[in-house]
């Protein structure tokens, strides 16, 4: 009841502002109800967040390396107390194979509503239901050959400087079933706070693949990620941040239709 007070006086106190402090009054807000940890780097994070991510991801399979120019990512807005929406533009592709063409990839739109969750004096804790949709294929099939559903639920708990996040869910084509399949996706975060700026973190990415040419593999990545958070001196929690974080995705399973993913990235928390 203390926190839903405290977070109806941001919002209602923002509300006398221009639509841009009412706007970068969200992610403050949304600090009275949420834990305060890093969204990992691949897996999608329990809380509500606003921010732009800027990513580029460099990976390799056999005879050929895939650069990726946004990487899925984009920009993510809390429309409300429970809600967030994401918009996440289609990436380019740089194929350096004579194989595959250069291109987009599909074009993606996420919804999250925050199921429940408490800041460090209520429990420190995080539960988010996740929709996302893909829409048309990407140029010269760079993305998959539909559009997609992709459920999730995200889960996470903080103890102190650690915490534990994990989502599980489903990549559910819309068509074309037979030559893509689908597949039950599994992460699990393990993240330390180092120092006021620092924090590291290990991911175990799984994807069990049902249907399509792959059926019956399972394709499984550890990911060590650092990340540096920038603040300005004075800073307050209305003001924005920047986040400037990486890690490489390590194939640790025999099937791996990629290995050595390096992913950069710059987050602009507003």
Not at 65 to 71: C, E, K
Not at 82 to 92: G, K, M, N, S
Not at 241 to 260: C, K, P, W
Request: charged residues 15%; hydrophobic residues 40%.
């Amino acid at each position: 009841m203390v926190a839903a007070t405290l977070v109806a006086g941001a919002y209602g106190a923002s509300a006398q502002g221009s639509f841009y402090e009412r706007g970068r009054a969200n992610n403050a807000a949304m600090t009275q109800v949420q834990p305060a940890w890093m969204g990992p780097l691949i897996q999608s994070d329990p809380r509500l967040s606003q921010a732009l991510r800027l990513s580029f991801s460099n990976s390799y399979s056999p005879g050929e390396q895939v650069m990726s120019y946004g990487n899925n990512h984009g920009l993510s807005v809390v429309a409300l107390q429970r809600l967030q929406i994401d918009l996440d533009p289609p990436a380019f592709f740089r194929n350096h194979s004579a194989a595959f063409k250069d291109g987009f990839g599909n074009t993606t739109t996420q919804v999250k509503y925050r199921i429940a969750s408490g800041n460090a004096e209520h429990g420190d804790f995080a539960l988010t239901a996740i929709l996302s949709r893909s829409f048309t294929p990407g140029s010269y099939e760079n993305g998959m050959l539909s559009g997609a559903y992709c459920p999730k639920l995200a889960a996470g708990k903080a103890f102190g400087r650690f915490n534990l996040q994990s989502t599980l869910g489903g990549v559910l084509p819309t068509g074309k079933v037979t030559a893509q399949g689908r597949a039950i996706e599994w992460n699990l975060t393990a993240q330390a706070h180092v120092n006021p700026h620092v924090w590291l973190d290990i991911e175990n990415n799984a994807a069990f693949n049902r249907g399509g040419p792959v059926d019956g593999t399972t394709q499984n990545f550890i990911t060590p990620a650092a990340f540096y958070l920038i603040r300005r001196r004075g800073w307050e929690p209305t003001h924005a941040t920047v986040v400037l974080d990486g890690g490489m995705q390590i194939a640790t399973s025999r099937f791996h239709e990629y290995n050595h993913n390096l992913v950069t990235e710059a987050r602009i928390v507003f």
